[in-house]
């Protein structure tokens, strides 16, 4: 099976870009910006759709490298990317203890002793930078990098697989995830409990967004395009708002059934519950319904902001998380006042967008530079 | 998370239950928060036991029920609570037990349970809990258990149960996932019918309002000794309208 076109879809790269940006709104603490992001009008957030996008991307540059270069070749590159992201993480990991070694210097207060009982890590580094380097100890908000590592790093022979019996390739990760509910597997982490997100429910979203890639999207055309499919997923995004509506006016509550109440909770993020995949592959129907492949926005000034934040996802998801923190250390240090909220988000927005933009350009110049221009498949037409 | 992101709308929310006559007993910087406070699920052991003349509370908590220095016993919220609960119910015989200790998590306090209900055979057990599991990570599956366990067993012991989730933390927000762990929290308590404390929302609000600066970096404790007061109170006033006899329970469609 190849992959489907060659020209990159701008779909992905703008919602994927509109996902780092919602990553980033959802990261800040007690940010009254973040009403806005879709974690609060249903089951599923950002995270589902950057998996997801990762995984497409990650087909269709890597199915192709394996089908020119090979497996051995186009596995390097796969793992290359990895390591890549997991020293970004470290490097995210290192600017974490500066931050939180400055709290636990600089913070006092007798309401919060049990709360200050967090930052007794760093009374045992020897134990927790370990437990950081192998990934077990992730401080809160990063655990997306880590789960991006371990779905790079075992991902050479899937993509094998997918390019040869695609359908077999996605009956096999379906069967993970299923094992995975039925036996509670997941990777340990410290000091006790499993991944936040666990890899082995999340590599479905994945290697689902990579059979896409690799011709599954094409197949399902007819079926994408039929209105009976549109309206379940309209029926169905309605029931999740209806039910997002009850989180935040508890009173509604009483209005859902217990039968129902029963059946949905509680919603399940680490291991991807099916009513999370059922509500993101809902967005993705009337999305694919409602924006077509060649729409002529999308080459738009409107739209690039997010698309140019999409095709830099690393770098910019990595800034994303540093400005995160700077944002929260905004609100403790300075002011926590709404405007000063929507101020700072509004600027992490366009710091995200600035630094892509130079990334975007820095990409150009070099390619036009003395060097002959490169055609590396891993970096054509974005990142992985 | 649950009661952050609408704040503003909350803060539009009419303040409910606010009669004269409660309002007019509760500090105002206490009041701003009263219509945060849940009181739709009836207590009906408070009920009797207050009727009997005698109520006996428990509270069982982790680090976030204390306060340090001398005087900590006094100002924390348990002790806060029992005083407001007897200026509202004079003649009434009110205790409360403690057994608070820092870094517990709901299991380990599931395990101890058992002795504390045996020594003060409380008709309401008050459990703070949350920050703990949250801290250390705990599995979301064994967390909900827990507190299953936890309420089955003090409603066998012939109690009400009423939990209480984390405190609002601004500077260490960014570093315990609370988040999930609120949620669970109550989740099980709209499932078991136990009301919940939204220590976090009124907190958050008193924060974001100004009422408390919840961010100060200091040791002294008057701050941290007020909010314990308003938080006792608040509890108390929660038990209050709960233990009304007139107090209609919410109606649940379908039931």
């Known amino acids: 099976m190849a992959p489907a076109k060659t020209e990159r879809d701008l779909r992905l790269d703008l919602f994927r ?78 600017i974490y203890l500066a931050e939180i070694s400055y709290v636990a210097h600089s913070f006092d207060n007798p309401l919060y002793t049990e709360e200050m009982g967090v930052l007794d890590f760093l009374k045992n580094p020897d134990v927790t930078i370990l437990q950081a380097l192998v990934l077990k100890f992730k401080p809160v908000n990063m655990d997306v990098l880590p789960l991006y590592i371990v779905l790079l790093a075992g991902f050479a022979p899937v993509l094998w697989l997918l390019l040869r019996a695609p359908s077999i390739a996605l009956i096999a990760s379906a069967a993970l995830y299923t094992l995975t509910w039925l036996f509670d ?26 059979w896409c890639a690799l011709g599954g999207a094409r197949n399902l055309t007819r079926w994408l395009n039929s209105p009976a499919l549109v309206g379940l997923a309209v029926a169905y995004l309605v029931f999740a708002f209806l039910i997002a509506l009850t989180w935040y006016f508890p009173r509604l509550g009483v209005y859902v059934p217990d039968v129902v109440g029963d059946l949905i909770y509680p919603i ?23 924006v077509p492949r060649d729409w002529p926005a999308l080459r738009s000034k409107a739209f690039w902001p997010a698309i140019v934040c999409g095709q830099h996802s690393l770098e910019t998801f990595c800034l994303g998380v540093f400005l995160s923190f700077a944002a929260h250390f905004v609100f403790t240090e300075v002011s926590n006042r709404v405007f000063v909220q929507f101020a700072v988000s509004l600027m992490g927005v366009l710091v995200m967008v600035g630094t892509a933009a130079l990334l975007s350009w820095y990409k150009r110049v070099e390619r036009q530079g003395p060097r002959p221009p490169t055609t590396r498949p891993g970096y054509a037409g974005g990142d992985a | ?54 109520l006996s509370i428990l509270v069982i908590g982790a680090g ?39 870094r517990r998590t709901a299991l380990e306090m599931v395990k101890v349970l058992p002795e504390d209900l ?23 599956d064994e967390f909900s258990h827990a507190l299953d366990k936890g309420i089955a067993k003090a409603r066998a012991a012939g ?26 929290l109550r989740w099980v308590a709209v499932q078991r019918e136990v009301p ?60």
């Not at chain 1, 006790?192 to 994945?206: D, H």
């Open chain 2, 118 to 140: 045996a020594a003060s055979k409380p008709n309401l057990v008050i459990w703070q809990t949350g920050t703990v599991d949250a801290m250390q990570g705990v599995d979301q």
């Open chain 1, 268 to 290: 399940d993020k680490t291991n991807l519950d099916v009513l999370r995949i059922l509500h993101f592959l809902s967005l993705a129907v009337i999305t694919v319904y409602f």
């Open chain 2, 64 to 102: 976030s029920s204390l306060l340090p220095g001398p005087n900590g016993q006094k100002d924390a919220y348990p002790e806060r609570l029992r005083s407001a609960l007897a200026e509202r119910f004079p003649g009434v015989e009110i205790t409360v037990a403690t057994d608070v200790k820092a």
């Open chain 2, 1 to 54: 998370m649950i009661g952050r992101t609408l704040l503003m709308l909350a803060l539009l929310l009419p303040a409910r239950a606010a009669t004269a006559e409660t309002a007019g007993e509760l500090p105002a910087e206490c009041r701003v928060a009263q219509h945060l406070v849940e009181n739709g699920v009836p207590l009906p052991q408070v009920l009797k036991a207050i009727a009997a003349k005698r």
């Open chain 2, 196 to 255: 919940l404390f939204d220590r976090f929302s009124v907190m958050k609000l008193w924060g974001d309002l100004g009422t408390f600066d919840l961010y100060s970096a200091t040791k002294k404790l008057d701050i941290a000794g007020r909010v314990h007061d308003c938080i006792g109170r608040l509890l108390a006033e929660m038990i209050v309208a709960a233990a009304k006899p007139e107090a209609p329970p919410v109606q649940v469609p379908g039931k």
């Open chain 2, 159 to 184: 109690a009400d149960v009423v939990l209480i989730n984390s405190q609002y933390s601004p500077r260490t927000d960014s570093m315990i996932a609370l988040g999930s762990y609120g949620e669970t």
């Open chain 1, 185 to 210: 597997w997941n990777f340990p982490a410290y000091p006790s409990g499993g991944w936040i997100f666990n890899p082995l429910a999340w590599q479905l979203l994945f290697v689902f967004g990579a």
């Open chain 1, 17 to 94: 870009g509109l996902a780092l940006w919602l990553i980033f709104l959802d990261h800040i603490p007690s940010n009254a910006v973040s009403w806005i992001t879709i974690r609060n009008y249903g089951f599923s957030d950002a995270t589902e759709i950057f998996v997801f996008i990762s995984g497409y991307t990650a087909a269709f540059v890597y199915g192709r490298a394996m089908q020119e270069h090979g497996i051995m070749v186009a596995g390097a590159r796969v793992l290359k990317r990895a390591w890549q992201i997991y020293v970004a993480h470290v490097f995210l990991f290192a």
